[in-house]
């Protein structure tokens, strides 16, 4: 069609000896290149296939059932026990008490990390031990934790409550109260993972080369302004990853909940559900109620709408974090 | 349709998220005549418990008396993960102990899967004959076609523990014979608090649902009727109980702390109530959660509102799955023996439940110094001979108890009124039960 076209050579060109058929040696180290990459990548998609995506088409599988635990043969019941789920006013409970300890969890956290980050990545003597020092409630047993505090938001004879009326302040019922129980739970879930959080943001912190708040130093930029247009637009791949773990990790609390319900090892999540998750209803319903089925579609529900909300979290920190454009003049 | 439903066994283990499966029964579960292995044969017997039975002296002793048998003991933590990996290893058709432990308050869901277990009057040896046994403990672990599943450990007779120091305060007579009377029925149980609580400001019992428990299961029928369906509507006794538990709360006499919470250890050091209703076990928790500065503050009496009950207590069972079910019966009837249930109740103070144990002077002549020196082997005993038959308490009615009574009272505790606890109650049920 060009000129271009016309001059590439057909083939042979005279004096250029083409081998008719490239060795064995040859051949093996094009596959070699081609084909062992998706050997060494294989071993991770093989195991994540058996216990990863199994699962997931099988509990979508048995979703579909009406399946007891220990039962007779499973029902077939097609799409009924999603149209339960939807007309079932504990799920709903579950699923807006989930979301509520999700946003107190995770919004203080997030702004939180990036703050300790910050400061933990100025100038201090024991660097180190500060460091380490944030990541010690990471390293706490989930269980101790759960007791401690639940000890601390007793009722009656818990901590908080009594510095409150020491303070001349009215005791909280942290049990009874829907919102107080969320709290509780979300300061619970901050404990141990705001340090966790600011360590990952450090690590990416550190790797902003110096040049950059050089150069926005001598442009006249001051502190907030370095932080703003500087540091966040450079932490936003590490960002969204904190976001998106948190946003799983939230989603699917349970151990917190289940530990801070006086009645040892309910899962009703407090009297009338007030702090029951959907993940602690997944469980009372595989485990206590032996319907499989149930359960199975709760799990893929609540598998949706941590895809949906991973999502839309994907979207604003981007959005937040997005380098803001050069002003003209 | 045998191998599909074996697949799918199979796949769900591999699953991890939704445990559990069909009513597959791996092997030969269907075999009703099990055959001895030859005398001298080796056997390993497995032995899965929970919490404390005492077992453990007993184990080398029985395996000194037979030399052929090796007994491997899987002892758990906590009752409830046990019973819930019990439910799924039942399911799986595989993984069960030869001789497994089953807790009373568990009972009814397995004797619904009763085909899974052996019959241990047909299979048990000779002397471990019903007679042997309290008839209500015994007859508690026949299934509606009259399999005998499980053979009986220990019992929670119920008696009344109370606070001598407090009823004194209060002008009430504090010696253990004198208080018998405020014991006698629920209405003058509660109208003794109801007196208490308003002289004192205090607390009479530490929480609605722990004597609301005690009530129903003194009833004849539970929340489960004979025909297997949901009564809590239809039966008169729990809504009378109910409507007395309620009335109680609003009069200021529960503590309103959770049964087992922190808070609830917490009173005991506190002195947050006044009474607690007593299974024998009890009396190691208040000692325990009160500590030694109450020590000689507690009594404990042999009176309880209505009669008697039972609370807590299990069973050994034999799963078809066993390999070895003649060996593993003998273990359990040995055991479960007079002169094993003594050697059990020395050692951790399970209280036995067979009636020779019960008038062994061993037992009879055990006292308790925290609680003033009482004669509790005696008390107890007496206690347990109060409990006239077995409530039916039908599938689900554990998980009622739980997950819809005991909530829906702690929301009266917080401030529901009583119509909408009882609401929420039967709501609960009813989708427990669906």
């Not at chain 2, 026949?142 to 209060?170: E, H, Q, S």
């Not at chain 2, 009430?172 to 209405?187: G, H, I, N, Y």
């Not at chain 2, 061993?362 to 008390?379: H, N, P, R, V």
């Amino acid at each position: 069609m060009t000129v271009i076209d016309k001059v590439a050579p057909e083939g042979s060109k005279a004096g250029e000896r083409v081998s008719p058929r490239p060795t064995f040696r040859h051949r093996l180290s094009r596959w070699d290149v081609k084909v062992s990459p998706y050997l060494y990548v294989a071993p991770f998609f093989i195991v994540f296939g058996i216990v990863g995506l199994f699962p997931l088409l099988y509990t979508a599988y048995v979703s579909l059932f009406k399946w007891k635990a220990g039962g007779d043969d499973p029902d077939f019941i097609g799409l009924d026990n999603y149209k339960d789920l939807f007309a079932d006013s504990q799920f709903w409970n579950a699923l807006v008490n989930t979301i509520s300890i999700f946003l107190l969890s995770s919004v203080p956290q997030l702004i939180i990390a990036v703050m300790l980050a910050a400061l933990l990545g100025a100038r201090l003597r024991g660097a180190t031990g500060w460091r380490v020092g944030i990541l010690l409630p990471y390293a706490a047993s989930l269980v101790s934790i759960g007791i401690i505090f639940a000890n601390l938001f007793g009722s009656k004879y818990g901590l908080i409550n009594g510095v409150l009326q020491t303070l001349g302040l009215d005791p909280i019922d942290w049990q009874a109260n829907r919102f107080a129980s969320h709290v509780a739970i979300a300061i619970m879930v901050n404990w141990r993972w705001t340090g966790y959080n600011a360590l990952i943001v450090l690590a990416a912190m550190q790797a902003i080369p110096k040049e950059l708040h050089e150069a926005a130093l001598i442009d006249g930029a001051g502190l907030w302004r370095r932080f703003f247009n500087v540091t966040l637009p450079l932490l936003k791949p590490t960002l969204i990853f904190v976001t998106i773990t948190s946003t799983i990790g939230g989603l699917q609390i349970f151990t917190e909940p289940k530990l801070f319900d006086a009645m040892p090892g309910s899962n009703n999540g407090g009297s009338t559900n007030q702090f029951q998750t959907v993940t602690l209803y997944l469980y009372q319903m595989a485990f206590e109620n032996s319907s499989l089925g149930y359960a199975s579609a709760i799990a893929w529900v609540l598998f949706l709408v941590i895809v949906l909300i991973a999502l839309v979290n994907f979207f604003l920190t981007g959005r937040l974090a997005r380098t803001p454009a050069v002003k003209k003049k | 349709m045998r191998t599909i439903r074996n697949s799918l066994v199979l796949a769900l283990g591999i699953t991890m998220t939704a445990l559990g499966a069909t009513a597959c029964n791996g092997g030969g579960g269907d075999q009703q005549t099990p055959a001895a292995a030859a005398p001298n044969e080796h056997v390993d017997l497995t032995l899965a418990t929970f919490t404390e039975f005492g077992y453990e002296a007993l184990i080398p002793e029985y395996e000194r008396l037979h030399p052929n048998i090796k007994i491997t003991h899987r002892k758990t933590g906590q009752g409830g993960p046990y019973h819930q990996e019990l439910t799924t290893k039942l399911a799986a058709g595989s993984g069960l102990a030869d001789v497994t432990a089953l807790e009373e308050g568990h009972l009814s869901d397995f004797l619904d899967k009763g085909s899974k277990f052996n019959d241990l009057s047909k299979i048990g040896p000779a002397d471990a004959s019903p007679d042997r046994w309290l008839g209500w403990k015994y007859d508690a672990a026949k299934t509606k076609d009259g399999k005998v599943i499980g053979y009986g450990t220990d019992i929670g007779p119920l008696a009344m523990c109370y606070r001598k120091d407090m009823f004194k305060n209060a002008g009430l007579p504090d010696d253990p014979e004198a208080v018998k009377p405020l014991f006698a029925t629920w209405d003058s149980y509660f109208q003794a608090g109801a007196d208490y609580s308003k002289k004192t400001g205090k607390a009479w019992f530490d929480s609605a649902a722990q004597n609301f428990n005690a009530m129903v299961n003194q009833l004849p029928e539970g929340y489960i009727n004979t025909d297997d369906k949901l009564a809590v509507e239809t039966n008169q006794g729990i809504k009378d109980a109910w409507t007395k538990v309620t009335d109680a709360v609003a009069k200021g006499e529960s503590a309103k702390l959770t049964a087992f919470s922190p808070e609830w250890n917490t009173g005991f050091k506190q002195g947050a109530f006044a009474t607690k209703v007593c299974p024998s076990w009890m009396l190691g928790v208040i000692k325990e959660q009160a500590g030694p500065e109450n020590a000689n503050k507690w009594a404990v009496t042999a009176a309880f509102p209505g009669g008697g009950g039972n609370w807590g207590g299990s069973y050994l069972t034999v799963p078809t799955q066993s390999k070895h079910p003649k060996e593993a019966a003998e273990l359990a009837a040995w055991l479960t023996a007079p002169e094993q249930q003594i050697k059990a109740f020395q050692a951790k103070g399970n209280f036995p439940s067979q009636v020779k144990a019960l008038t062994d002077p061993a037992l009879l002549s055990q006292t308790d110094a925290y609680f003033g020196g009482a004669k509790i082997g005696e008390l107890f005993a007496e206690q347990a001979k109060k409990v006239q038959k077995p409530q039916y308490k039908g599938p689900g009615d554990g998980q009622i108890q739980e997950n819809a009574s005991s909530p829906a009272l702690q929301a009266v505790e917080q401030g529901k009124s009583a119509a909408d606890g009882w609401n929420q109650m039967v709501e609960s049920a009813k989708k427990i039960t669906r």
